[in-house]
């Protein structure tokens, strides 16, 4: 009896091992942006992202806050924050959706995958359907993901002022890179 017990226990323990390792997380993936014009380039980092991935289905989830957004230029971190994404109405940015062709990657073989990333990006109150390319590299069991990727503010109902519209450009390339981690239940 004992033995059957434990031969239990033993398989709910691989089985959930194993489920596990069907999905991958961070709390660091960072996202950063860059506008380039004649009169000026502007970039930011957040090293701050969270993002889960299902390996099974290809759901991804990504949340990041507006101010953990860091800039060169105190003055341009201010004026993002409380002229333009209004983070403290709009405190985060979020993306829903999926690797359509999950079947491609295999997770537990390493590997560079290219991939295309479906879903809905939610920032400054305004949510869009999104599609972008991706790459994803399996090496030791570890998953890293990247994709770039244009964003226009006044798609997202951004407002630019007149006054520095020149310095910002119509549209802003945005930079992701996730080193993604097996999710301990």
Do not use: C, W
């Not at 993002?51 to 991804?60: A, L, P």
């Not at 983070?87 to 359509?100: H, N």
């Not at 999104?130 to 109902?157: H, L, M, Q, R, W």
Request: aromatic share 10%; hydrophobic share 40%.
């Amino acid at each position: 009896m004992k033995k059957i017990i434990f031969n239990t226990l033993l398989l709910v323990m691989l089985a959930t091992a194993v489920q596990a390792q069907d999905k991958f997380f961070t709390k660091t993936g960072k996202i950063s942006f860059f506008s380039s014009t004649p009169m000026e380039d502007i970039e930011a980092h957040n090293k701050t992202t969270t993002s889960v991935i299902d390996t099974k289905t290809g759901k991804m989830e990504f949340a990041v806050l507006m101010k953990a957004f860091q800039f060169e230029k105190a003055l341009m971190e201010e004026h993002f924050n409380e002229n333009y994404v209004e983070s403290g109405k709009f405190p985060k940015a979020s993306f829903s959706g999926a690797i359509v062709n999950i079947g491609d990657v295999d997770f537990k073989k390493d590997g560079t995958y290219k991939v295309t990333v479906k879903g809905n990006l939610t920032l400054h109150g305004v949510t869009k359907a999104v599609e972008a390319p991706g790459t994803i590299v399996v090496k030791n069991g570890a998953v890293n993901a990247t994709s770039t990727f244009n964003v226009a503010p006044e798609d997202y109902k951004i407002a630019i002022p007149n006054l520095v519209r020149e310095k910002i450009a119509k549209q802003i390339k945005v930079t992701v890179d996730m080193n993604y981690e097996p999710l301990k239940s």
